[in-house]
């Protein structure tokens, strides 16, 4: 059986289709809800509480569970209840949808209008900095497997937000960008997996056939009915490079669309950072290294401002991952200092739920790496917090 991911915060328990419902464990999968059984909205916030993000199903069911997330998804969006990272995630969760449609259906026109469709919901990505956005992105690599159809959503979200912040472009301009930056390439399906796949270098005759996969792409999208030049920009200009080094049509400077431009980094930076069969992801603070060595690729006004929103984040992200390592590496103090320094960070996530989620989250992994009386401490403390994020809870419903 093959599984897909649903994210835990789009099941409706009213509506939910009848089927199987499973959890990931280190060893496989485990059946959580039985097809003839309900699943109740306390069980829903229960595994919210445990940090559970995602649920998964059998992947034959995977259409009529995706239909009855887009009846739900105006609902969703609107929510004043539900976290904006739980819409985000889920808003992803639809792109992938959308892209794997398009992908296992490249001659229906009808596959293209869905990925419209998901853009059309006027729901607008809000992150509290680009740091949250990143981790979103990673999220997506660790839960899906298809390199192609992850990658290509990571551009479009990238895409779309990097553009907004950039040109304070409008929802309308938005929808055409991630569009084009959801089906950029869609040229890759005239390309055999094998050469996709390949663990090593691209032979010069290999090489030559990726090349053909943006004019591939432009002309599938035509034919499919997409009209717009931005999304057809994108998918045949995503090569392009200011310098004129690119491909197919060696456009050069300011020949080169601004949105195939936007696309063209953020598709340099996504690729750079997943993990490939020939090497491993650079990490974003080595990725930007290498765009910077490359800098004659790119727009010198557009990679500019790139640059300046992704070093803000770094900034921000080293201070995180500093504050991860003080907790993640407590072992080496004593029992008392652990729990201390997991009340100062309870207390300064006081009344953010999210935060609290993931103070949840590291308690776990405590738990797991400890022992004896040390154990018994995380587990109370785990106690404690769980009751708070369950009055917190009950607070909302009753509002």
């Known amino acids: 059986m093959e599984f897909s991911p649903i994210v835990l915060d789009s099941i409706s328990p009213d509506n939910f289709p009848a089927v199987e419902l499973y959890v990931k464990q280190d060893k496989g999968f485990t059946l959580y809800k039985p097809q003839d059984s309900d699943l109740s909205a306390r069980n829903v916030e229960g595994m919210r509480d445990n940090g559970t993000e995602y649920l998964y199903i059998n992947a034959a069911n995977s259409d009529t569970v995706q239909e009855n997330l887009e009846r739900n998804l105006k609902g969703i969006f609107s929510s004043r209840t539900l976290p904006q990272s739980s819409k985000n995630l889920i808003f992803c969760h639809t792109i992938i949808n959308g892209v794997t449609h398009v992908f296992k259906n490249p001659g229906n026109a009808d596959a293209f209008l869905k990925c419209r ?161 020939y090497k491993g992801a650079s990490t974003p603070q080595q990725a930007l290294k290498t765009m910077k060595i490359e800098k004659k690729l790119f727009d010198p006004a557009i990679f500019e401002g790139f640059l300046e929103i992704m070093n803000d984040t770094y900034h921000q992200e080293d201070q995180v991952e500093t504050e991860q390592k003080s907790i993640t590496t407590m072992s080496l103090a004593g029992n008392s200092g652990k729990i201390l320094e997991l009340r100062r960070e309870l207390k300064n996530a006081q009344d953010d739920r999210q935060k609290l989620l993931k103070l949840h989250s590291v308690v776990i992994d405590c738990i797991n790496e400890a022992y004896g009386e040390e154990k018994e401490a995380f587990v109370a403390f785990r106690t404690e917090l769980t009751n708070l994020l369950n009055s917190m809870s009950a607070a909302v419903k009753q509002n």
């Not at 399906?189 to 090593?200: F, P, R, T, W, Y």
């Not at 990726?210 to 030049?229: A, N, S, W």
């Open 117 to 277: 469709s998901v853009l059309d919901q006027k729901f607008s990505l809000k992150f509290e900095n680009i740091s949250e956005l990143l981790n979103l992105l990673s999220k997506l690599e660790q839960q899906y497997e298809r390199y192609l159809i992850v990658h290509t959503t990571q551009v479009a979200i990238l895409s779309m937000y990097l553009y907004e912040k950039l040109f304070d472009a409008k929802q309308d301009e938005l929808v055409e960008i991630g569009l084009g930056a959801m089906l950029h390439d869609i040229g890759m399906l005239n390309i055999s997996s094998s050469i996709i796949e390949k663990n090593d270098g691209l032979t010069e005759s290999e090489y030559h056939k990726v090349k053909t996969h943006p004019r591939h792409g432009h002309d599938v999208l035509y034919h499919m009915g997409i009209k717009e030049q931005v999304p057809l920009d994108i998918a045949l200009d995503h090569h392009e490079r200011y310098d004129g080094s690119g491909y197919p049509r060696g456009l050069s400077e300011h020949r080169i669309p601004r949105h195939a431009m936007v696309v063209a980094i953020c598709d340099i930076y996504c690729a750079l950072t997943m993990n490939r069969p």
